[in-house]
């Protein structure tokens, strides 16, 4: 059985080695994304060091390289019986999956994709939080008053 990277849906050491090393289909996909990068994806994925791994330029990659090789596993000798959808970084793996991008294209841009946004968040620091339970206006009201110590507000809802 193939385990998921974490139950939060992120990235952790180990993550991908026992479908690579189930599956030759995952272990070439795994070798391919780490061909098309120029690094060892697939060794900081399965060793670490964990720092390393979820820096965002390669986390983001990690996460898709997951999904491909998962795939490429389900995939093989099925006639192209899966489908899949996905909803921001999730879209990339759809894409390999509906085979309108190989995986290691797919982790080009995903790569770069982690790139950007880890140099957007140091450029301009910040965070975000999940908030559950509460009515927009609750909400909307918080933002406003945490407001006075800097800029907050409502990304969704």
């Given at each position: 059985?193939?385990?998921?990277?974490?139950?939060?849906?992120?990235?952790?050491?180990?993550?991908?080695?026992?479908?690579?090393?189930?599956?030759?289909?995952?272990?070439?996909?795994?070798?391919?994304?780490?061909?098309?990068?120029?690094?060892?994806?697939?060794?900081?994925?399965?060793?670490?060091?964990?720092?390393?791994?979820?820096?965002?330029?390669?986390?983001?990659?990690?996460?898709?390289?997951?999904?491909?090789?998962?795939?490429?596993?389900?995939?093989?000798?099925?006639?192209?019986?899966?489908?899949?959808?996905?909803?921001?970084?999730?879209?990339?793996?759809?894409?390999?999956?509906?085979?309108?991008?190989?995986?290691?294209?797919?982790?080009?841009?995903?790569?770069?994709?982690?790139?950007?946004?880890?140099?957007?968040?140091?450029?301009?620091?910040?965070?975000?939080?999940?908030?559950?339970?509460?009515?927009?206006?609750?909400?909307?009201?918080?933002?406003?008053?945490?407001?006075?110590q800097g800029s907050v507000a409502v990304a969704a809802n």
């Amino acid at each position: 059985m193939v385990q998921p990277c974490s139950p939060a849906g992120g990235i952790e050491i180990g993550c991908g080695e026992g479908p690579a090393a189930a599956f030759p289909a995952a272990r070439d996909t795994f070798q391919a994304i780490d061909e098309a990068l120029g690094v060892a994806l697939s060794k900081v994925m399965f060793e670490g060091p964990e720092d390393e791994l979820t820096a965002t330029h390669n986390a983001q990659p990690a996460i898709l390289a997951h999904s491909a090789a998962v795939f490429a596993a389900l995939g093989t000798g099925n006639g192209g019986g899966i489908g899949a959808a996905g909803h921001s970084l999730g879209e990339y793996s759809a894409y390999v999956t509906a085979a309108a991008l190989d995986a290691p294209e797919a982790a080009k841009l995903v790569r770069r994709r982690g790139e950007l946004m880890q140099k957007a968040g140091e450029e301009r620091p910040g965070m975000m939080a999940a908030v559950l339970g509460l009515a927009t206006a609750q909400v909307e009201a918080a933002c406003k008053e945490a407001s006075r110590q800097g800029s907050v507000a409502v990304a969704a809802n």
